[in-house]
């Protein structure tokens, strides 16, 4: 029974062999966690468990060799311009690994800053430009006076979902025939004053600018869950059984 290097909020073993244990990979723990959005990963796990999963979470930080093919779940937290442009820089190296694990299809959940990296580029209030990885086509800008903050609320193609945001980044889509917004607001801003929607929608993909964190909301939690099992029972192999 190996050991590994494990996420701060907790592992029960590392187990490759079990078809029930489910592998998670934080991406940058240590360092993207504002607004308390390692409770999105709580909140999985707390469902996966009584699902009958056991879940092994790992702290994928700087340097870390990390391959997406290992992992059910994918998750990538917000944070602040500073340790977004820390990040950022070793991120570059994952570039590949993420670009095909998202392109066939598997769970990954981004949230503000983790959202931001994942498009080409954050451009902050300080004039400096971020590098993201490129790997979906939008963009992050920083525009005067505009904040964004507060509770927000929008619906989903899961129902109506109530979260808190409070980013300076305004995110815009740039090809709109790939990506689809993850909702319609009814209450705040999402990704931008203009466009009246929250996050981002692509194959299992979902990036949004809720903390609170998002998957109190249980209808969102309960469709990634779902997700991650699917996932988790093709990644070993199992075969579905109708009934
Ligand atoms: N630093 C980014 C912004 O202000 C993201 C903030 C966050 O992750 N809450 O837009």
Not at 39 to 52: A, C, S, T
Not at 171 to 194: A, C, R, S, V, W
Not at 208 to 216: M, R
């Amino acid at each position: 029974l190996g050991y590994t290097k494990t996420s701060k909020i907790g592992q029960i073993r590392d187990d490759n062999m079990s078809d029930k244990l489910i592998k998670i990979a934080y991406l940058y723990e240590d360092l993207m966690n504002t607004y308390g959005d390692s409770g999105d990963v709580k909140i999985l796990r707390f469902l996966l468990k009584r699902e009958g999963y056991d879940t092994q979470v790992d702290n994928i930080s700087l340097g870390d060799d990390f391959n997406a093919e290992d992992y059910d779940f994918v998750f990538f937290g917000g944070g602040q311009d500073f340790e977004q442009t820390v990040v950022a820089k070793d991120l570059t190296r994952h570039k590949e690994t993420l670009e095909k694990y998202i392109g066939e299809g598997n769970p990954m959940l981004c949230i503000c800053g983790g959202y931001q990296l994942m498009g080409s580029y954050y451009k902050t209030n300080s004039g400096v430009t971020i590098k993201g990885l490129d790997i979906l086509p939008l963009h992050t800008v920083f525009k005067a006076d505009k904040r964004m903050i507060g509770d927000t609320r929008y619906m989903t193609e899961w129902g109506e979902v109530k979260a808190f945001e409070n980013h300076s980044g305004q995110t815009y889509f740039d090809n709109t025939d790939k990506l689809h917004p993850l909702g319609d607001m009814i209450e705040g801003y999402g990704n931008n004053p203009q466009d009246k929607k929250e996050g981002v929608r692509y194959r299992n993909f979902i990036g949004s600018y809720s903390h609170g964190p998002l998957l109190k909301n249980v209808n969102v939690a309960n469709a990634i869950m779902e997700m991650i099992i699917a996932r988790h029972d093709q990644r070993v192999g199992k075969k579905e059984v109708n009934e």
